[in-house]
């Protein structure tokens, strides 16, 4: 991974490389005994974090989870929700916009006297180029607006100027408002400061190769500072428009390994612990400095069977396996504290989610189900699964559980690259799954688990009901007519609707919704978890 290190605004290296030696304090002691706690500055937020996955810093590429979360940190938007009630959207760089008759077409008006950390004022430029670069770029996330009828030939016509601090967004049809707000809530809508951008490219190439390492943001704390598996630094910024953040610096550690990680929260070295497994959430729980927190995410863990095995392609095998899963001890033991079961392919929280949970260990109604497909002595299976303690554990719980049936699962594990390409290949049986929504609309799961408008091997679109080859065309087309329905509550019945169908029907075991779970020092506090990581966020953290 590249280093990154920011060129803009005036700047003291030796004053961040100060607080970079504090942050990266040798490991190794804390492993060492010691007399006393250690003490972090009462100006700086420091926290450990596995944050390896960190591949770019640029908002038209960033998909991944602590790069989201430092962004979230560090840009704006422009439109916001509660993060307690996500149905609530608000103006964040936009001060309004209004929609046209037809539906296709929204104004924004961006709100006036908003700065840059660079000092430049925020105007229509700024959205309309960021809009624009995003479709021209066209990194993996850039399908987020790109479904709204955008190509990198027709943008600049459809995403247009209309005045200084005006702009147009024209769609090909009139989808669903709540479904374009929210996709412009995801880290691939962040304003980026323009002038700053173009500044800095080369060669037609938008600023990329300059943004990747760098920071053109209107956020709360700029991005000073990120060194590829060692750790990110970011600094308040001074131009943001709103409260001031109490800390001067936020510092993320790259530390994997938790136990390590919790050894520093002990030892007072970092402010907060992100990767928290169920036993260290045990160790920690009798510890008066620690408190423990935890906030729902919209990530689901799930198994896809791959219907090209004519085995997993009956129905009745498909229905079985639900009912050879044990939701309720998995999540009280292997994953306790960290899921909460649940069985629909939409999030709690998420408008239309269906929280029914019909399916529990039951293994009497299985043997039923495969005597009825004609395997009535089971049959032999592979699972892929990812070679992390918290993945193997929950595979060999359902190996044994499925082994009741008669169902002999063998377990191929690997790593996540490993996995993940045999799964995009559709080359498995069985996978374990975890998957995060892209954005706060039902549309964002809907159209992976619940869309597969080709299903042939050279399709262009592969979301995930294409990687276990299902063919749906009629669910494909109810899920296309609920991002066009305007009216919230007859959508939200559609994707009711939808998931139950789903849940009876799809080769997905959906299992679990994820909890995110961290530990900090006592005297730390106002760390939001938000139900995306672009939403978690350290503006109001004191200490």
């Known amino acids: 991974m590249p280093k990154g290190r920011l060129l803009t605004g005036s700047f003291n290296v030796k004053h961040i490389q ?32 596995a944050i390896d996955d960190i591949i770019t810093l640029d908002p038209a590429e960033v998909f991944e989870f602590s790069a989201s979360e430092i962004l979230g940190n560090a840009y704006q938007g422009l439109v916001g929700y509660n993060v307690n009630d996500v149905s609530e959207i608000f103006g964040v760089i936009a001060e309004k916009w209004e929609i046209s008759e037809d539906g296709k077409t929204f104004t924004f008006t961006i709100r006036p006297d908003m700065k840059f950390a660079s000092g430049n004022p925020i105007t229509a430029e700024d959205a309309v180029y960021t809009l624009q670069r995003v479709i ?24 247009r100027k209309t005045g200084d601090m005006t702009f147009e967004f024209e769609m ?25 951008v173009k500044s800095h490219e080369v060669d037609g190439d938008f600023g990329y190769n300059w943004l990747k390492t760098n920071y053109a943001g209107s956020g709360a704390f700029t991005i000073r500072d990120w060194r590829a598996n060692e750790a990110v630094v970011l600094e308040r910024n001074d131009n943001y428009s709103g409260k001031t953040p109490p800390m001067v610096r936020s510092i993320y550690r790259h530390i994997p390994e938790t136990a390590t990680q919790r050894l520093l929260l002990e030892q007072g070295d970092i402010d ?7 036993e260290e959430i045990t160790a920690m729980s009798t ?20 219907q090209k095995n004519e085995i997993l392609a009956k129905p009745e095998v498909r229905q079985a396996m639900k009912y050879l899963v044990d939701y309720a001890t998995i999540s009280d033991t292997i994953m306790k504290g960290k899921v909460i079961p649940h069985q629909a392919f ?59 049936a008669g169902i002999k699962m063998e377990l191929i594990p690997g790593d996540g690259q490993q996995t993940l390409t045999k799964y995009r290949a559709r080359n498995h049986d069985i996978y374990i799954g975890r998957w995060g929504p892209d954005y706060q609309d039902p549309h964002t799961n809907a159209d992976t688990f619940a869309r597969n408008p080709d299903n042939s091997d050279d399709a ?18 109810k899920a296309d007519a609920a991002i066009l329905e305007a009216d919230a509550a007859k959508r939200a019945q559609m994707y009711v609707d939808l998931q139950t169908e789903h849940q009876q029907t799809s080769p997905f075991v959906i299992m679990f919704q994820e909890i995110e779970v961290l530990a900090r020092r006592k005297n730390v506090e106002g760390f939001i978890i938000g139900p995306s990581f672009n939403d978690n966020s350290f503006k109001a953290v004191t200490k």
């Open 18 to 49: 100060k607080f970079v030696a504090v942050a990266l304090m040798c490991t190794a002691a804390a492993f060492a005994p010691v007399t006393a706690n250690a003490e972090t500055p009462a100006d700086t937020l420091i926290q450990a974090w």
């Open 136 to 159: 021209k770029l066209d990194k993996s996330p850039a399908f987020i607006l790109t479904q709204f009828g955008f190509n990198a030939d027709n943008v600049d016509a459809m995403i």
């Open 172 to 196: 090909d049809k009139p989808y669903a408002p709540t479904l374009v707000l929210y996709c412009l809530t995801a880290t691939v809508g962040f304003i980026v400061d323009s002038e700053l």
């Open 272 to 278: 907060i612990a992100r990767n928290v497994s169920a």
């Open 287 to 306: 510890n008066a400095d620690i408190v423990i927190e935890s906030g729902v995410k919209g990530s689901i863990y799930y198994l896809g069977l791959n």
């Open 346 to 404: 939409l999030p709690r929280g998420f408008l239309g989610a269906l929280e029914d949970t019909p399916f529990s260990l039951n293994v009497d109604k299985a043997k039923e189900l495969l005597a009825e497909a004609g395997l009535p002595d089971g049959f032999t299976v592979t699972m892929d699964t990812r070679n992390t303690p918290e993945i193997t554990a929950m595979g060999q719980a359902i190996q044994q559980t499925m082994a009741m």
């Open 460 to 477: 262009a679109s592969k979301p995930l009901a294409w990687r276990n080859a299902w063919d749906i065309p009629e669910m494909t087309l």
